[in-house]
């Protein structure tokens, strides 16, 4: 145990008698259904648990059922229609620490570049790039709040690997690793103070400028924003080419400060230039997508069309509208004919292109609430549960009656996965979901009741199965799609054999051969 680790204790009073089987999970076990089991003591299940200063959401599993924890002095939402209880460790000094972090990589094959992703960053694979030494170590800063975070490095900007110094490691859930970090006082804590001539740029920067930069708010006002870390930065302001306009904070979440200017439109040319000035004691730091330098360089300074940004804005019924996401096959089944049978030549394509492909098990759960395949350690993602669009109109009434005014839907259209993301077919729902007539009687039933539907479409990617895919395959470069993708220089074997790597061949999404960027 870590010097700065605390015991806490967690008991579960089950609402009936008998034996039990109680189990622990949460934020501090990656959600581990059977890692943590409480012990009966008479008809009081208990355990003791090591925890970091933090706060970490948890629940109990009672018999296979997650139940909330009743006596949690605070409660928030799980994203499922429930909520999970909440436990404090530690006081608000330690748990809202921020801790320098180094961490340092050396690569195995040559790189040209090593960028890090994480929670810490959402993901981002392109926002946190590693610098190189002379040794051929690449190393970055972090400045981390306490807790505990997960990771990958990717090598040059298409290979994702763990990190083979990290303490622990868990399953990624795509066949490979994905390493943790825990953040606790083992790392020197680093204080931010105003006035005191230095500002932290790591983690503030972003390459491009977007929508935490500049955004159209209504018709007639445009917001500007900016962001420190708390307490490190005097003032913020925004600069135009003849205006100086300070920002004020809105918003702080412990690590970072937020800082905005709401200006009307009638005030702005129709295409502009801007950028942020940091200023601390008697140091000035001026950010635009050069990053940050001592020196304003005008022709760098972030863009903006107002045009552009009226594209932007919502319309009122997202602003004010309750949002029901919907994951398809998982929401309710109310066609058994249209249950998937697997009968379609993509589950069945001894040539595919990759291995994996061709030793999936697709299988369809016919016991709806037979949960198992999506819990534990190694969660199928291989099953079905044929839930459909007829599912949820038959439950059309019952979202209206919670107040539902918008069904945001996961993809629909046909695809060999449950969900949808490795497109095929863009002008088709998937038969295993409906008909496209069944879905647009579908959407007029919505309407009718006052409801907006929204579908994910992701373009970004596509399956395999995909026709622009295809005919590049068969073409190459004599193909219009070809540009369509990333390829890696060298021609697909004829005969595609167990040892076929497609990232090798091609860019790939997590690595995977099924997703294509």
Not at 154 to 181: Q, V, Y
Not at 441 to 462: M, P, R, S, W
């Amino acid at each position: 145990m870590h010097e700065d680790q605390i015991k806490i204790s967690f008991s579960y009073k089950p609402l009936t008698g008998g034996e039990h089987n109680v189990f622990l999970t949460g934020d501090f076990n990656n959600w581990e259904p059977d890692d943590i089991k409480l012990i009966n003591n008479s008809g009081i299940y208990e355990t003791e648990v090591k925890l970091s200063p933090g706060k970490y959401a948890y629940k109990y599993i009672v018999d296979g059922i997650y139940v909330m924890d009743e006596s949690a002095s605070e409660i928030i939402s799980d994203g499922l229609g429930g909520f999970n209880s909440v436990i404090t460790v530690g006081d608000d000094k330690e748990i809202n620490a921020v801790h320098r972090i180094i961490i340092t990589y050396k690569p195995d094959i040559v790189v040209t570049s090593v960028h890090i992703a994480g929670s810490f960053n959402h993901w981002n694979r392109s926002s946190d790039e590693l610098e190189p030494d002379i040794y051929g170590n690449y190393s970055i800063r972090l400045f981390l709040k306490t807790g505990e975070y997960h990771y990958k490095f990717l090598l040059n900007g298409n290979i994702w690997t763990h990190d083979p110094n990290a303490e622990k490691r868990i399953n990624d859930g795509f066949g490979g690793l994905e390493s943790i970090l825990k953040v606790d006082s083992r790392f020197p804590t680093v204080e931010f103070n105003r006035n005191d001539n230095d500002i932290t740029t790591f983690g503030i920067y972003s390459s491009e400028q977007n929508f935490r930069h500049t955004q159209l708010i209504d018709e007639e006002q445009v917001e500007f924003r900016a962001k420190c870390y708390k307490n490190d930065v005097a003032k913020i302001f925004l600069l135009t080419k003849s205006k100086e306009i300070p920002l004020k904070i809105y918003a702080e979440n412990g690590l970072f400060e937020y800082y905005s200017v709401v200006l009307p439109i009638s005030k702005l040319e129709e295409e502009g230039s801007f950028c942020f000035c940091y200023e601390d004691g008697e140091r000035k730091l001026f950010y635009n997508s050069a990053g940050f330098n001592e020196e304003r360089i005008e022709i760098l300074d972030f863009k903006y069309c107002l045009n552009e940004l009226k594209k932007s804005v919502s319309p009122d019924w997202v602003k004010d509208g309750i949002i029901y996401q919907i994951f398809c096959d998982r929401f309710f089944n109310g066609s058994t004919d249209n249950d998937p049978d697997f009968s379609e030549w993509y589950y069945n394509d001894e040539n595919s292109l990759s291995e994996a492909v061709r030793k999936r098990k697709y299988k369809l759960i016919k016991d709806w609430f037979d949960c198992s395949p999506l819990s534990g350690k190694n969660p199928d993602h291989y099953c079905f549960y044929g839930g459909d669009i007829k599912g949820v109109s038959d439950k059309i009434d019952y979202l209206a009656d919670l107040g539902v005014s918008i069904i945001y839907f996961n993809p629909l259209c046909q695809a060999e996965s449950n969900h949808k993301y490795d497109t095929m077919d863009y002008f088709k729902i998937d038969p295993h979901f409906g008909t496209n007539d069944e879905f647009r009687d579908f959407v007029k039933l919505c309407h009718e009741k006052g409801i907006k539907i929204i579908v994910d479409f992701a373009f970004n990617h596509t399956g395999i199965e995909f026709f622009a895919f295809k005919d590049a395959v068969e073409n190459g470069e004599k193909s219009e799609y070809y540009s369509w993708y990333e390829w890696k220089g060298k021609p697909l074997p004829e005969v595609i054999t167990d040892d076929f790597v497609a990232s090798e061949y091609y860019q790939c999404w997590w690595v995977i051969p099924r997703y294509l960027i």
